[in-house]
């Protein structure tokens, strides 16, 4: 299995550019936000990468605690609305078990997961043959079509990187813009009983605050587990 890594530092190529007079000011702060985005996806990638080579279909490739609690959170998403027969993006599919807990409750899906890690998408391609599954971010995929009638994400904020609050938050608005009907994702709570330091954990009252600037129809549940949330957003 490849392990894909980057051969430069992505910011070490812009500064040169800088300083050879190839940029302005203002193109230079825009690439190295971009060239940031790239590197944190990267750690990402190379962390996603080795733990399914070590654990392959097993829970901890994913890094949940449990197959429970990943169900837990399959079944808040899930509640969004009917999805029999809607057309769904599940944004960092990991080894494609959303659409496996989907496939016995709806007998119509039209489903298409994508994730960053290679390793990953391998995985849920030889798990579900037939089913489409793509190594690309949501960040790469075109605004104009296929637009998707639901767009969820599951514990894709869950690693801490820097600019997270960031990444969270372009990464929700480029999934509602990709949808027709809403949105649904997963992120945890910094009202959790305890914290890991690698992990991020949001701030409900501010995430409402975020989405409600998206949209105006938004349910914010934190009803299912002590240390984590749910959010819907409605087009
Ligand atoms: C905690 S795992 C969860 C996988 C799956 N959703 C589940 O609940 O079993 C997070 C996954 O999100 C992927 N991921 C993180 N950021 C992503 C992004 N911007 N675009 C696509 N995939 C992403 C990772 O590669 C990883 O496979």
Redesign the pocket.
């Known amino acids: 299995m490849t392990t894909h890594r980057l051969d430069t530092s992505p910011w070490s190529t812009v500064r040169k550019r800088f300083k050879t007079g190839l940029l302005d000011k203002d193109k230079l702060v825009r690439l190295m936000r971009q060239a940031t985005e790239q590197y944190q996806?990267q750690s990402?990638?190379d962390f996603?990468n080795r733990n399914v080579e070590k654990y392959r279909d097993d829970i901890r490739s994913?890094?949940?605690g449990s197959r429970k609690s990943?169900k837990t959170?399959?079944e808040a998403l899930s509640r969004i609305g009917n999805l029999e027969g809607r057309t769904i993006l599940?944004?960092?599919?990991?080894?494609g078990?959303?659409y496996g807990w989907l496939k016995d409750r709806y007998s119509r899906l039209r489903y298409t997961g994508?994730?960053?890690?290679p390793s990953?998408i391998e995985v849920a391609s030889s798990n579900y043959p037939g089913v489409k599954f793509e190594t690309?971010?949501?960040?790469e995929l075109q605004r104009m079509k296929p637009l998707y009638d639901y767009v969820f994400?599951?514990?894709?904020f869950?690693?801490r990187i820097p600019r997270h609050k960031c990444?969270v938050r372009d990464?929700i608005k480029k999934m509602f813009a990709l949808s027709k009907s809403g949105i649904a994702f997963n992120i945890m709570s910094r009202k959790a009983d305890f914290m890991e330091k690698k992990e991020y954990y949001a701030d409900p009252g501010d995430m409402l605050n975020f989405c409600l600037d998206l949209g105006r129809k938004v349910i914010l549940r934190h009803d299912y587990m002590p240390h984590d949330f749910t959010v819907y957003i409605y087009k």
């Open positions: 996806v990402l990638i996603y994913v890094a949940w990943q959170r399959f599940d944004v960092g599919c990991g080894l078990d959303f994508i994730d960053i890690s990953m690309t971010s949501v960040f994400a599951s514990g894709i869950n690693r990444f990464t």
